[in-house]
């Protein structure tokens, strides 16, 4: 057999990814794997992960997997972008919070759907559940932690401290929870589920909706705490500097989110996709309770 034979490239090109692999250079293992399959010497059907797992073992393929599975969106900064519409102050004139981004300044990049992560068009549709599974695996753990976490400084003691804690925290989270938001979503994005997994996308969804649940009730509390720290510097300034007239607006403006109906409706914190998520599993529930 003639070294240019479609085989043999395909052998090279195998040696060449394990070779990245296990010196760990990941990004440029990804770099030849998406550009073997481009070149159609790697398959991109819905079998790519069991060709992978026999031509070059369990191990590597799940190393292979992990590094798609940390790669990063190239479009923003761990799932945020600059707020265009008040063009990141978070305010117009301080008596104003911008609803696009909350007030903070920072909003969902549109790309990733504020994962901070490379988008499901990037990635092999034959990896996509597989990449996808490990993603809501880490988010839970993730979120577990960030639950577990003590909740911010205390808004007595030093407001503006507490309100940046309760920042930080909100980003953090609600980027776990797009991640959680993705993994649902990647049903609809498969074009072609591999047979059998069915089942395992039916686990996918539940997981995500069971932690997101989670996720979204401490969100509110975040949001709760944001109310105390705003209305704790608005009595610690004068009404009329413009700390003053910042602290009554975001103060107002997070109040009505705490009481919004769903909560945070219209919001980048509104997760639709884990909502209907919910409600469909809800109503197949009661639909195999009546049969």
């Known amino acids: 057999m003639s070294s240019d034979s479609p085989a043999a490239e395909t052998r090279q090109a195998l040696g060449s990814l394990v070779e990245a692999l296990h010196e760990g250079r990941s ?3 990804l770099e030849l794997f998406l550009k073997d399959q481009a070149c159609e010497i790697f398959p991109r059907g819905p079998d790519t992960l069991k060709w992978l797992t026999d031509n070059i073992g369990k191990k590597d393929s799940t190393r292979l997997i992990g590094a798609l599975t940390r790669l990063a969106c190239f479009n923003c900064e761990r799932g945020l972008r600059k707020c265009e519409n ?7 004139d301080y008596d104003m919070v911008c609803e696009t981004c909350l007030g903070l300044g920072s909003t969902s990049c549109d ?9 499901i068009d990037f990635i092999p549709i034959g990896l996509r559940l597989a ?4 993603r809501l695996e880490n988010a839970e753990k993730q979120i577990e932690g960030l639950l577990k976490e003590s909740k911010t400084s205390s808004p007595a003691q030093d407001p503006k401290a507490a309100s940046s804690d309760c920042v930080d925290a909100l980003f953090n989270l609600n980027r776990q929870i797009s991640v959680l ?3 649902v979503g990647v049903n609809a994005d498969l074009i ?6 069915s089942k395992r996308l039916s686990r996918i969804t539940r997981k995500a909706v069971r932690v997101g649940r989670k996720g979204e009730k401490r969100l509110m509390q975040i949001i709760a705490c944001m109310v105390v720290s705003c209305e704790l510097q608005a009595k610690n300034t004068k009404e009329s500097t413009e700390t003053g007239k910042l602290a009554r607006a975001r103060k107002k403006y997070y109040s009505s989110l705490v009481n919004s109906k769903p909560p945070f409706a219209g919001t980048s914190l509104e997760h639709m996709s884990l909502t ?7 109503s197949n ?6 049969t």
């Open 111 to 119: 790309f990733c759907g504020g994962t901070g992560l490379a988008s």
């Open 181 to 183: 938001e993705s993994a």
């Open 276 to 282: 209907e998520a919910a409600k469909k599993l809800k």
């Open 131 to 134: 990449v996808f599974a490990v």
């Open 192 to 197: 072609e589920v591999p047979s059998g997994f």
């Open 27 to 29: 990004q440029e293992a």
């Open 86 to 92: 008040c063009n990141g102050a978070g305010h117009f």
């Open 285 to 290: 529930r009661a639909m195999s309770h009546e």
